[in-house]
């Protein structure tokens, strides 16, 4: 099933009913008046975060959400019915833009949590409102008023406990599927994660928590090189960042590639640079244990924590785990 992160769609809310011209007539109530009753208003279009969502992919078969318009009045004062409010359900972390200006207009995180996309119109007033002591038979009424509409764009940033960033075949899906029950797809070939993962890491003791794959992330990448500048937002959503660093690469050095991945995440939001952070050493059962010591000790005054691991073995992954659970604990974010 293909992940949608973007979409642009067109809200109409409900047109409000007409006002009615009527006249009460009636056996022997003479010149007995007007009794137009009102129209009703215009049903309105809410937009609601719903848990149940992942990604935005009922916004590729469909672009248009509209409500209900009012009844109009009828004779007897009878006031039309109101329209029916129209809710669309968008995946937690969604945020709604004014497609001209690109201002946020709501940032939907919590589940349940609604925005008033669309106000329905008022309905309009029937004659009996018109009627005066110059004008008892007034036949006039007014037309409801039209519901706003227009196109708004939503993007979603995934709502995740940790992320985790690298570059492409750093072995971020192997360490997810060793983590969680998620099954990415995993090939030794870069790029093979086109589109972000989530799975829940449970722990043996303590809640479980979310953990997102993002694609892998190359030089420029902030700039749209690549394919991880159109998940980077993803990131900002993460408490917890784990550098996931290929320890046994022949073509990249190391430490060149965390200080690519943290040039890349501070260019594209600097507030990113100050996220709980641990460094991952993936891959070190094809090193000997001399080159694992080698690469902590360059490592030592560039992150607080270092941690060697192997996704395909399971070699350091429950002190990850651990490490996991305390911080969570101490953010209050385990969920």
């Given at each position: 099933?293909?992940?949608?992160?973007?979409?642009?769609?067109?809200?109409?809310?409900?047109?409000?009913?007409?006002?009615?011209?009527?006249?009460?007539?009636?056996?022997?109530?003479?010149?007995?008046?007007?009794?137009?009753?009102?129209?009703?208003?215009?049903?309105?279009?809410?937009?609601?975060?719903?848990?149940?969502?992942q990604?935005?992919?009922?916004?590729?078969?469909?672009?248009?959400?509209?409500?209900?318009?009012?009844?109009?009045?009828?004779?007897?004062?009878?006031?039309g019915?109101?329209?029916?409010?129209?809710?669309?359900?968008?995946?937690?972390?969604?945020?709604?833009?004014?497609?001209?200006?690109?201002?946020?207009?709501?940032?939907?995180?919590?589940?349940?949590?609604?925005?008033?996309?669309?106000?329905?119109?008022?309905?309009?007033?029937?004659?009996?409102?018109?009627?005066?002591?110059?004008?008892?038979?007034?036949?006039?009424?007014?037309?409801?008023?039209?519901?706003?509409?227009?196109?708004?764009?939503?993007?979603?940033?995934?709502?995740?406990?940790?992320?985790?960033?690298?570059?492409?075949?750093?072995?971020?899906?192997?360490?997810?599927?060793?983590?969680?029950?998620?099954?990415?797809?995993?090939?030794?070939?870069p790029?093979?994660?086109?589109?972000?993962?989530?799975?829940?890491?449970?722990?043996?003791?303590?809640?479980?928590?979310?953990?997102?794959?993002?694609?892998?992330i190359?030089?420029?990448?902030?700039?749209?090189?690549?394919?991880?500048?159109?998940?980077?937002?993803?990131?900002?959503?993460?408490?917890?960042?784990?550098?996931?660093?290929?320890a046994?690469?022949?073509?990249?050095?190391?430490?060149?590639?965390?200080?690519?991945?943290?040039?890349?995440?501070?260019?594209?939001?600097?507030?990113?640079?100050?996220?709980?952070?641990?460094?991952?050493?993936?891959?070190?059962?094809?090193?000997?244990?001399?080159?694992?010591?080698?690469?902590?000790?360059?490592?030592?005054?560039?992150?607080?924590?270092?941690?060697?691991?192997s996704?395909?073995?399971?070699t350091?992954?429950?002190?990850?785990?651990?490490?996991?659970?305390?911080?969570?604990?101490?953010?209050?974010?385990?969920?």
């Open positions: 099933m293909a992940f949608v992160d973007e979409a642009k769609f067109f809200v109409k809310a409900g047109d409000g009913g007409r006002g009615c011209v009527s006249f009460r007539r009636e056996m022997h109530v003479p010149r007995g008046g007007p009794d137009g009753g009102d129209g009703g208003r215009g049903g309105s279009v809410y937009i609601e975060a719903s848990s149940r969502l990604s935005l992919l009922d916004f590729k078969f469909r672009s248009h959400f509209m409500a209900k318009r009012g009844a109009h009045g009828k004779g007897k004062k009878m006031h019915r109101k329209g029916a409010d129209y809710t669309v359900l968008v995946p937690c972390g969604s945020l709604i833009k004014d497609v001209d200006t690109g201002e946020v207009l709501a940032d939907l995180v919590d589940d349940g949590q609604q925005y008033l996309a669309a106000q329905g119109g008022i309905g309009g007033r029937g004659n009996v409102h018109f009627a005066s002591a110059t004008n008892r038979a007034p036949r006039m009424a007014d037309a409801g008023r039209p519901g706003d509409e227009g196109w708004l764009r939503i993007e979603l940033k995934l709502l995740a406990d940790v992320g985790l960033i690298g570059l492409p075949n750093a072995g971020k899906s192997t360490l997810l599927s060793q983590l969680s029950a998620a099954n990415p797809k995993v090939a030794p070939y790029f093979t994660t086109l589109e972000p993962q989530l799975g829940i890491v449970n722990f043996d003791y303590g809640d479980s928590c979310i953990m997102a794959d993002i694609p892998g190359i030089e420029g990448a902030h700039e749209g090189v690549g394919l991880g500048h159109k998940f980077l937002r993803h990131v900002e959503r993460t408490s917890i960042l784990l550098h996931v660093i290929d046994s690469s022949l073509e990249t050095d190391p430490v060149e590639q965390f200080h690519m991945l943290a040039n890349e995440l501070a260019q594209f939001n600097d507030e990113l640079a100050d996220r709980t952070r641990l460094l991952l050493l993936n891959k070190i059962d094809l090193l000997a244990e001399d080159e694992v010591a080698a690469l902590q000790e360059r490592f030592a005054p560039l992150v607080d924590i270092c941690l060697p691991i996704a395909e073995i399971g350091g992954l429950p002190a990850l785990k651990e490490w996991l659970v305390e911080q969570l604990f101490e953010q209050g974010e385990t969920k």
